[in-house]
């Protein structure tokens, strides 16, 4: 626990402007990140009398071990930034809204030649519509259902509308007239565009001129005697109305606003939105939060506005916005809404009518997705810490271990050797600090030897952090945690970047040393000070090795290599599901019903997974390799030029130089270089379908990206 008056800066250091400040802890990682109207007065507050600060503060400050700041010119770019920083950084103390659940909405993909009308949830992609969200799927194809009578868009997926562009048939919904059939050209990609808009501006909440259109149409067909049309039109406005009924007016005149509801207690809070367009309510949501930072309503509020707009621009975010408390810098807040949407954005409490009753039904749906939150959370706290406390019990652990890691090797007949690191946290999963590795100090089948080196790789970056920040001492034993290793930058992050990549947590630029090669006194990595999350920087109390005694002893003894003594290590076998220990003739055995077996297994089963999607990526990429790619000067298009005059690498290895040479574009040279090339290469191993045995020939090319 640090003494906040240990980094508290100096009297007049502080400047008194606006701006956003940030905490560290000793690790250098940011843990909180906060702005103010006056950097002076609000950092003030962090240093006074601990007795006096709320227990969330007194965490806060006790656990950092520096303060920083950066000034800005107005409180809109300071609320900017905020959102900016809290978003990277991911500090542990600020209030982070989670989705109670995945919420899907209406997306149509006018981004697409014939745009198409699909359920879609996560993140919003460029180019598509969104209306929504909705509380449940079945209540979007409900109402598209009844839409397509009207507006017959595209539904299908792409592979079904090839086929049917292929076989010239429509699928169903074009039989039956819910959908144009662009597929087969009923209709033009304009005409089809067209209904797509019309589409998307009903459901915007331009209703009433539509139907009234259909209205007239339908008298008028009825006048010239076109009484099928005239009925037919008739169920259009039928059906129009079904759907309109689907969202009742709550909001007699026709706002376009969204309403905001926050329930709180002592440890939580549930935030809930309702999104009214028209007058309707056209979508819904909730947001839930720990309280880790002492905040009020007015907080919260802001906090979620920024989690709401943070992303979204234009006519996402709506006119009016109606809250239950107005945030510190209600002015600040309003221009940061109004500069997304690009133009004024009302930000205001409602006071009387309709807009405060409907916010009284947001708020009792914040109140009950509260209570609903706060009993599934007891129960999954409940055997989160039953499944950790019996992992101590049995390992014979001092406590319980709240950071596990665990390892996993894959690979095929010893070909794309890979390993995965996975991390779970308070029995939750950590993707963002997920690790691949590539085996790289030795080529074959050995996973007792592959487990060595990772495991080395993984505690002897730590050890390099340490001796940075000038914890580590020689006092306490091991090799010296700088010195080179060969193969020790061979991590790749969870998106499959390979080492030295610019971006790369490992290696901060393209060209830099890796990890583990930096000449002497270089540091490990620069990101470090901007307070991003480091690899291997936080040691686990725990490590899962997916294996028996060989690769359990393997990781104890790159433990022991390294002097670290103060984590556990274990493994956990496939076969019987037993935990074996380091020096340990028999295994321990958990009993099936076991939380914490149950974890184990999940934690295992993740890095299997991780592990051998990266596997399959490589072994995909060396497949699509070809000898040709070490040609110098051989472009894409010569080669792809080769290739299809000569049918497949195969047929190109048999040709002679001037049969190469016949190839427009590709020189005696060239041809030479070719043929040399292919020489060198020896022929790869027949390719085989690992579900049927069979072997498949390689006449059929090679393929190129």
Same mark, same amino acid.
């Given at each position: 626990?640090?003494?906040?008056?240990?980094?508290?800066?100096?009297?007049?250091?502080?400047?008194?402007?606006?701006?956003?400040?940030?905490?560290?802890?000793?690790?250098?990682?940011?843990?909180?990140?906060?702005?103010?109207?006056?950097?002076?007065?609000?950092?003030?507050?962090?240093?006074?009398?601990?007795?006096?600060?709320?227990?969330?503060?007194?965490?806060?400050?006790?656990?950092?071990?520096?303060?920083?700041?950066?000034?800005?010119?107005?409180?809109?770019?300071?609320?900017?930034?905020?959102?900016?920083?809290?978003?990277?950084? #991911?500090?542990?103390?600020?209030?982070?809204?989670?989705?109670?659940?995945?919420?899907?909405?209406?997306?149509?993909?006018?981004?697409?030649?014939?745009?198409?009308?699909?359920?879609?949830?996560?993140?919003?992609?460029?180019?598509?519509?969104?209306?929504?969200?909705?509380?449940?799927?079945?209540?979007?194809?409900?109402?598209?259902?009844?839409?397509? $009578? &009207?507006?017959?868009?595209?539904?299908?997926?792409?592979?079904?509308?090839?086929?049917?562009?292929?076989?010239?048939?429509?699928?169903?919904?074009?039989?039956?007239?819910?959908?144009?059939?662009?597929?087969?050209?009923?209709?033009?990609?304009?005409?089809?565009?067209?209904?797509?808009?019309?589409?998307?501006?009903?459901?915007?909440?331009?209703?009433?001129?539509?139907?009234?259109?259909?209205?007239?149409?339908?008298?008028?067909?009825?006048?010239?005697?076109?009484?099928?049309?005239?009925?037919?039109?008739?169920?259009?406005?039928?059906?129009?109305?079904?759907?309109?009924?689907?969202?009742?007016?709550?909001?007699?005149?026709?706002?376009?606003?969204?309403?905001?509801?926050?329930?709180?207690?002592?440890?939580?809070?549930?935030?809930?939105?309702?999104?009214?367009?028209?007058?309707?309510?056209?979508?819904?949501?909730?947001?839930?939060?720990?309280?880790?930072?002492?905040?009020?309503?007015?907080?919260?509020?802001?906090?979620?506005?920024?989690?709401?707009?943070?992303? @979204?621009?234009?006519?996402?975010?709506?006119?009016?916005?109606?809250?239950?408390?107005?945030?510190?810098?209600?002015?600040? &807040?309003?221009?940061?809404?109004?500069?997304?949407?690009?133009?004024?954005?009302?930000? *205001?409490?409602? +006071?009387?009518?309709?807009?405060?009753?409907?916010?009284?039904?947001?708020?009792?749906?914040?109140? +009950?997705?509260?209570?609903?939150?706060?009993?599934?959370?007891?129960?999954?706290?409940?055997?989160?810490?039953?499944?950790?406390?019996?992992?101590?019990?049995?390992?014979?652990?001092?406590?319980?271990?709240?950071?596990?890691?665990?390892? #996993?090797?894959?690979?095929?007949?010893?070909?794309?050797?890979?390993?995965?690191? &996975?991390?779970?946290?308070?029995?939750?999963?950590?993707?963002?600090?997920? *690790?691949?590795?590539?085996?790289?100090?030795?080529?074959?089948?050995?996973?007792?030897?592959?487990?060595?080196?990772?495991?080395?790789?993984?505690?002897?970056?730590?050890?390099?952090?340490?001796? *940075?920040?000038?914890?580590?001492?020689?006092?306490?034993?091991?090799?010296?945690?700088?010195?080179? @290793?060969?193969?020790?930058?061979?991590?790749?992050?969870?998106?499959?970047?390979?080492?030295?990549?610019?971006?790369?947590?490992?290696?901060?630029?393209?060209?830099?040393?890796?990890?583990?090669?930096?000449?002497?006194?270089?540091?490990?990595?620069?990101?470090?000070? =901007?307070?991003?999350?480091?690899?291997?920087?936080?040691?686990?109390?725990?490590?899962?090795?997916?294996?028996? +005694?060989?690769?359990?002893?393997?990781?104890?003894?790159?433990?022991?290599?390294?002097?670290?003594? =103060?984590?556990?290590?274990?493994?956990?076998?496939?076969?019987?599901?037993?935990?074996?220990?380091?020096?340990?003739?028999?295994?321990?055995?958990?009993?099936?019903?076991?939380?914490?077996?149950?974890?184990?297994?999940?934690? $295992?089963?993740?890095?299997?997974?991780?592990?051998?999607?990266?596997?399959?990526?490589?072994?995909?990429?060396?497949?699509?390799?070809?000898?040709?790619?070490?040609?110098?000067?051989?472009?894409?298009?010569?080669? +792809?030029?080769?290739?299809?005059?000569?049918?497949?690498?195969? $047929?190109?290895?048999?040709?002679?130089?001037?049969?190469?040479?016949?190839?427009?574009?590709?020189?005696?040279?060239?041809?030479?270089?070719?043929?040399?090339?292919?020489?060198?290469?020896?022929?790869?191993?027949?390719?085989?379908?690992?579900?049927?045995?069979?072997?498949?020939?390689?006449?059929?090319?090679?393929?190129?990206?």
């Amino acid at each position: 626990m640090a003494d906040p008056s240990s980094y508290r800066p100096k009297p007049g250091q502080i400047p008194d402007s606006p701006g956003v400040y940030k905490f560290r802890d000793d690790h250098r990682r940011v843990i909180y990140v906060g702005k103010a109207k006056s950097l002076r007065q609000r950092l003030a507050n962090y240093f006074q009398d601990l007795a006096g600060l709320h227990p969330r503060t007194r965490s806060m400050v006790t656990t950092a071990a520096s303060v920083e700041w950066t000034v800005v010119s107005t409180e809109v770019e300071a609320l900017q930034l905020e959102y900016s920083w809290i978003k990277e950084f #991911d500090p542990r103390f600020n209030v982070k809204y989670r989705d109670d659940k995945s919420y899907p909405s209406l997306a149509v993909t006018l981004n697409e030649e014939f745009p198409r009308v699909q359920v879609m949830r996560g993140a919003k992609k460029k180019g598509v519509r969104y209306f929504g969200p909705y509380a449940h799927a079945w209540a979007i194809r409900e109402t598209v259902d009844l839409m397509l $009578r &009207v507006f017959p868009v595209r539904t299908c997926s792409a592979g079904v509308f090839k086929n049917a562009e292929r076989t010239g048939r429509p699928c169903l919904l074009g039989y039956i007239g819910k959908c144009s059939a662009p597929c087969v050209g009923r209709v033009t990609p304009e005409e089809h565009r067209e209904l797509a808009e019309e589409f998307c501006d009903f459901m915007a909440g331009r209703t009433g001129a539509y139907i009234r259109r259909l209205e007239k149409r339908m008298t008028e067909a009825a006048e010239d005697m076109e009484y099928e049309r005239a009925a037919r039109l008739r169920d259009d406005i039928g059906a129009l109305r079904r759907a309109m009924e689907k969202n009742a007016v709550v909001l007699a005149d026709a706002t376009d606003a969204d309403l905001i509801a926050v329930a709180e207690d002592e440890l939580e809070a549930a935030v809930q939105i309702f999104h009214v367009r028209g007058g309707r309510v056209r979508g819904q949501r909730g947001w839930v939060t720990d309280k880790v930072e002492a905040v009020e309503t007015s907080g919260l509020v802001e906090h979620a506005l920024q989690q709401l707009y943070g992303e @979204e621009s234009g006519d996402a975010v709506p006119k009016e916005v109606l809250v239950p408390a107005l945030p510190e810098e209600t002015d600040a &807040v309003a221009q940061w809404l109004s500069d997304r949407r690009g133009s004024q954005v009302s930000l *205001r409490i409602p +006071q009387r009518g309709d807009k405060k009753d409907l916010m009284e039904t947001v708020g009792r749906n914040a109140r +009950q997705a509260l209570v609903l939150h706060k009993t599934k959370r007891a129960s999954d706290l409940t055997t989160r810490s039953r499944a950790l406390e019996e992992i101590a019990e049995a390992l014979g652990l001092d406590s319980a271990p709240l950071r596990i890691e665990c390892f #996993d090797i894959s690979h095929l007949q010893g070909q794309d050797v890979v390993a995965s690191m &996975v991390v779970f946290e308070d029995g939750l999963s950590r993707k963002s600090e997920y *690790r691949r590795f590539q085996i790289k100090t030795f080529e074959g089948q050995d996973d007792v030897r592959s487990m060595h080196e990772v495991i080395s790789r993984r505690f002897r970056r730590y050890l390099q952090e340490k001796e *940075r920040t000038g914890e580590w001492t020689e006092a306490q034993g091991g090799p010296e945690p700088a010195g080179a @290793e060969a193969g020790a930058g061979g991590g790749t992050d969870p998106t499959g970047q390979p080492p030295g990549a610019a971006g790369s947590a490992d290696h901060p630029a393209a060209g830099a040393a890796p990890a583990g090669l930096q000449a002497p006194g270089e540091p490990v990595s620069p990101l470090d000070d =901007d307070g991003r999350p480091k690899r291997f920087a936080y040691p686990p109390q725990l490590v899962v090795v997916d294996g028996g +005694q060989p690769q359990v002893a393997a990781a104890r003894r790159a433990l022991d290599e390294l002097g670290i003594d =103060d984590v556990a290590v274990c493994g956990l076998a496939k076969r019987l599901e037993e935990v074996w220990l380091p020096e340990e003739d028999d295994p321990v055995v958990l009993p099936r019903s076991s939380e914490g077996l149950y974890l184990l297994q999940r934690v $295992r089963d993740e890095a299997h997974r991780f592990a051998i999607t990266y596997q399959r990526a490589k072994r995909a990429k060396r497949v699509r390799t070809s000898p040709l790619d070490d040609v110098t000067g051989l472009g894409e298009t010569r080669k +792809q030029a080769l290739i299809k005059h000569f049918g497949s690498v195969k $047929r190109l290895r048999q040709a002679t130089i001037d049969q190469i040479c016949e190839v427009p574009g590709v020189g005696r040279k060239t041809a030479e270089s070719v043929a040399l090339a292919l020489a060198r290469a020896a022929p790869a191993a027949p390719a085989v379908n690992t579900a049927t045995g069979e072997i498949m020939e390689d006449d059929g090319g090679t393929t190129h990206d």
